[in-house]
């Protein structure tokens, strides 16, 4: 059983930066491909990132790649996202996932393990 904790969520100015953090506990991480899912009311959850367990391999939803990086530490036991350039549309609870494969799945249904999510709020 995996534990997941986000952190680093908060509210900004458009056009600012933040880097999410998700620790596990419960199992080592090396043996997940984890994600990033975010929602925001009244809109159903969207695939922000994605990265395999060795880290190779990732991908990133449309409307997030080119500004937002994925990234793991299998030595922490923890999965980052560094957001930048970040627009109200950002706007979302962001939710930390994992699951054991060798893909980098992009549908929510895919994955086992969820955090309890981190609001991050940014305005104009």
């Known amino acids: 059983q995996v534990q997941l904790v986000e952190s680093g969520g908060g509210s900004v100015q458009a056009g600012a930066s933040l880097r999410l953090s998700c620790a596990a506990s419960g199992a080592p991480l090396s043996n997940y491909a984890m994600g990033w899912f975010r929602q925001a009311p009244g809109k159903e959850r969207e695939f922000v990132a994605g990265i395999s367990w060795s880290g190779r391999s990732t991908s990133y939803g449309t409307s997030v790649k080119g500004r937002f990086t994925i990234s793991r530490d299998n030595a922490k036991n923890t999965v980052y996202l560094q957001m930048n350039s970040l627009n109200p549309e950002d706007t979302a609870v962001y939710y930390c996932?994992?699951?054991?494969?060798?893909?980098?799945?992009?549908?929510?249904?895919?994955?086992?393990?969820w955090g309890q999510g981190t609001q991050v709020t940014v305005s104009l």
């Open positions: 996932t994992a699951d054991r494969t060798v893909a980098v799945p992009t549908r929510s249904g895919a994955y086992d393990y």
